[in-house]
């Protein structure tokens, strides 16, 4: 035997005898990361419904705080394709595991950021102009999580259980999002209103850093997926985003389609509503955010429920049931909020929520069943992203436009056509239940 030949064999023994990743370390893994980085996403968006505006932007109109706030708010997710496409590249070239953890760090840095940034009183213009370079700076991170994530659940999941495994990542929204409101509820009834302004609301974003040093410890654990590792024996070819936009751009559009419906909802639901019920129709911020709370819940519960119907059934019967319920639930939107009843409020806020989870977690497995190994990190992070500026960076700020010149029926009717517009989508995408990654 050549010493060619042994060193290959040793090579390839290398390879098999590298340590897998068990689905319980697969599932904290995913589910850890998903949770951080929108727990850092989301309490921005509680707090631009609630303070960002009179902190951080000058003006004597709070309706003008409040779109400049939603603004800012928008501007992580036209940032997020570019830290797709940054940690995508990195992600298919390099490895899932190191990409995972530089999003995390960025992402967890720039949330500390905000959190220790003085408001416009203290430093003037300075204020806003750091505040949305931080706030760029997340959506550069969460461009780069979620693909990755997605990628580390599904190609380790056994066959006929990717859209269970690719159900943790998207139950980080649901946990983050809990976590998030739960904080701010707490400390909204532990100090006053005037306390909260000046500087309680700045605890939450400072948790972070306890929460990223978390979940540091718990990926530095994984090992690359034999998909993966697969894939890197072979030669490199193209950059995998020129790969991605030149043989791959009507998969990727159509995960980008299909997805705006649920961003949409969600925003509308949650931001929106959050300011529109404590600013226009007085209902108390801590009520609200207990409401939101609760809510929630459904939609913790809709996400492994679709899931394993998606197993069953496949990815488009159960998106395409989810995309109509949605519909629905923007026809019902004007009618239940604008009757000011807490009881009638919070059955929208779980209604609005159950419709996300439905058609948030099969995109866990659909988009990287969409593409192949070699661009799958780049491709499905970008679809994700480029649907989070079609449906939720403008949701909130057209929500607060169409109030003021439609009234609350527009908002409904836009969620009916972010819905429509996802369903067309779906409508033209193959069943990839059953296909290989």
Known sequence: MTTDTVSSVAGEATVHAAPANTPRRVMIASLAGTTIEFY????????????????????????????????????????RPVGSFLFGHFGDRIGRKSTLVASLVLMGGATVGIGLLPGYQSIGIAAPILLCVFRLCQGLGIGGEWGG??????????????????????????????????????????????????????????????????GLYVRTTLVESEVFTREQQKPPGRAPLVELLRDHREPLLQGTLAMVACYAIFYITTVFTLNYATQTQGIDRGTFLGMLCFAIIFMAVATPLSALACDRFGRKPVILSGLIFTMLVGLMLAPLISSASIPLTLVFLCLGLTAMGWIYAPMGALLPELLPTRVRYSGAGVAYSLAGILGASLAPYAAQWLVGHGGLSWVGYYIVGMAILSLLAMLSVRETRDSML
């Open 40 to 79: 850092d996403f989301y309490i921005f968006a509680t707090a631009a419904a609630l303070v960002i505006g009179p902190t951080f932007f000058p003006g004597e109109s709070s309706q003008m705080q409040v779109l400049a706030a939603f603004m800012s708010f928008g501007l992580a997710f036209v940032a």
């Open 149 to 214: 994530a997605a990628l580390l659940a599904t190609e380790n999941a056994p066959r006929g259980r990717r859209a269970f495994f690719g159900m943790f990542p998207q139950l980080g929204p649901s946990l983050g999002f809990l976590l998030a409101n739960g904080v701010f509820l707490v400390i909204l009834l532990s100090i006053s209103d005037e306390a909260f302004m000046a500087w309680g609301w700045r605890i939450p974003f400072l948790l972070s850093a306890v929460l990223v040093v978390i």
